[in-house]
């Protein structure tokens, strides 16, 4: 003979739904969309781009390409000195694990450019890479000067000068 023990009775309890928070909308600041536009402004004037758009996608890739060559607290230093947007661009990207020379870096920005030409790469890199030397200032480009092969300082209206032996 089998003996069953009674099981409690449980009266089922409506479900409580606790709403997920809704993200909050990130409003930009307008501060930070002037500093963006007066750098992307600043590289149309330098590389004589039609559109501001354009001067915005050059800007971008060139960042971009920079953004895995500059590592450590340059990279750091870098992307805090810039306006938010460039600063993220540069952040993001994950680090080389070859550092490229300056004309091998040319090549790549190159690549990534449709239409684009070796030649023209240069302009649209140096285009950039000046205006960024004008932002950030000395100390700071000399930095990163220092972590990257020679042949960069040319690439960011530097001149380009050699130790004598």
Do not use: C, N
Not at 40 to 46: I, M, P, Y
Not at 153 to 159: C, D, H, Q, V
């Amino acid at each position: 003979m089998t003996v069953t023990t009674p099981q409690p009775t449980t009266t089922p309890q409506p479900r409580t739904t606790i709403p997920t928070p809704s993200p909050r909308p990130r409003v930009k600041d307008k501060a930070e969309d002037a500093a963006w536009l007066e750098l992307t402004e600043a590289v149309r004037d330098a590389g004589q781009y039609p559109t501001r758009a354009e001067a915005e996608r050059v800007t971008r890739i060139v960042l971009s390409a920079l953004g895995g060559h500059v590592t450590g607290d340059e990279r750091v230093a870098l992307a805090q000195a810039l306006p938010r947007e460039a600063g993220r661009v540069i952040a993001s990207q994950i680090p080389a694990t070859h550092p490229l020379t300056a004309r091998e870096f040319v090549e790549s920005v190159a690549t990534r450019i449709e239409g684009s030409t070796p030649a023209t790469a240069r302009w649209d890199v140096s285009s950039v890479l000046s205006v960024l030397s004008d932002h950030v200032g000395e100390p700071l480009t000399t930095r990163v000067l220092a972590q990257l092969p020679p042949g960069y300082a040319l690439l960011f209206g530097r001149a380009d000068l050699a130790p004598m032996a």
